[in-house]
């Protein structure tokens, strides 16, 4: 199972420790351990789940708007920019859809997906074999090794910078995507969807210049038809699922208008 293959990874988030898989425990030498659930993720978050967590309502919703290929472009991007690297991290991993792309067809290659959600954790064990699933916390100390990473990945998701530059190496590659003014406007105009805040890939390379050199920008901007079902998925899989839901959705053409950033971690 890829949490063995993962395990060489990870930090105990209590002592930041070491780790290793014993059976279905996960410890520290320090004897912290973390039992490894039966679909095969581990929990070690330490609180319960906050209340912005994906659902797998949302997660589902999510997947069939994946399946359809309506983020196909983007997708693409995104495993671009990974270049094959081997072991890549996605922060706030949703569905993993993102990561089983980019790791493309190396059986060799390892995922790691983080996400605050146990529906995603489950979800994303049956991504694809090569993810191990962790439910923890972006804003808290990453349960990894220094170093331990080729690339992470942000696609949607929060981004906690530090701790994004202390986990990969000298050459490996931050990820970010973020939605542009125009990003499903025609939903969100007519539902009333929440807004985006304007100028998000700017805001996001001011913070990161202390972390990271800006190495590469990409606009992916394109229209999609979707049906009246694809609507109401791309309504429910996002944060106004948390919010009250239209009930009655048309058939309409979308824009998806994202930005993708790459970056390296700026070394002493
Ligand atoms: C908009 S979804 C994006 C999911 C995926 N990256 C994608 O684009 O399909 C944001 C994800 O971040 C997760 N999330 C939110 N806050 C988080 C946190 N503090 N730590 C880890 N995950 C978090 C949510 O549970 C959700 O799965
Ligand atoms: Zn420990």
């Known amino acids: 199972m890829s949490l063995e293959r993962a395990t060489d990874l990870l ?4 002592c930041q420790g070491r780790l290793a898989l014993y059976g279905k ?23 319960s789940e906050p209340g912005n967590a994906d659902t797998s309502e949302m997660l589902d919703a999510r997947a069939r708007v994946h399946a359809a290929g309506v983020f196909n472009q983007v997708t693409e991007a995104i495993a671009t920019s990974c270049g094959g690297r081997q072991r890549v991290l996605e922060a706030g991993a949703g ?31 049956r991504t694809d074999e090569r993810i191990a699933a962790i439910v923890a916390d972006v804003w808290q100390p990453l349960p990894l090794r220094d170093r331990s990473l080729d690339a992470v ?3 949607f998701a929060p981004r906690n910078l530090p701790e994004f530059a202390r986990v990969l190496h000298s ?9 542009r003014s125009g990003h499903l406007v025609g939903l ?3 539902y009333g969807l929440l807004d985006i805040p304007s100028a998000k890939a700017t805001q996001l390379a001011a913070a990161a210049a202390e972390f990271f050199d800006l190495i590469d920008t990409r606009v992916i901007k394109y229209r999609v038809p979707v049906d009246e079902q694809l609507a109401t998925d791309l309504i ?10 239209p009930k009655q959705v048309t058939a309409s053409v979308i824009s998806i208008d994202v930005t993708v950033q790459s970056f390296r971690p700026i070394r002493d």
Not at 11 to 14: D, E, G, L, R, S
Not at 98 to 124: E, F, M, N, R
Not at 171 to 179: E, K, L
């Open 153 to 155: 990945l942000a696609v």
């Open 95 to 125: 569905t993993g859809h993102y990561l089983a792309s980019a790791l493309g067809t190396d059986p060799q290659a390892l995922g790691v997906a983080i996400d605050v959600s146990k529906a995603s954790a489950k979800h994303c064990v």
């Open 171 to 179: 050459d490996g590659r931050f990820i970010a995507v973020t939605p």
């Open 188 to 190: 969100r105009d007519a």
């Open 25 to 47: 425990v996960i410890c520290c030498t320090e004897g912290h351990s973390y039992d490894v659930a039966k679909q095969g993720y581990v929990n070690l978050l330490g609180a």
């Open 236 to 245: 429910a899989m996002g944060p106004n699922a948390f919010h009250q839901q």
């Open 11 to 14: 930090a105990c988030p209590v």
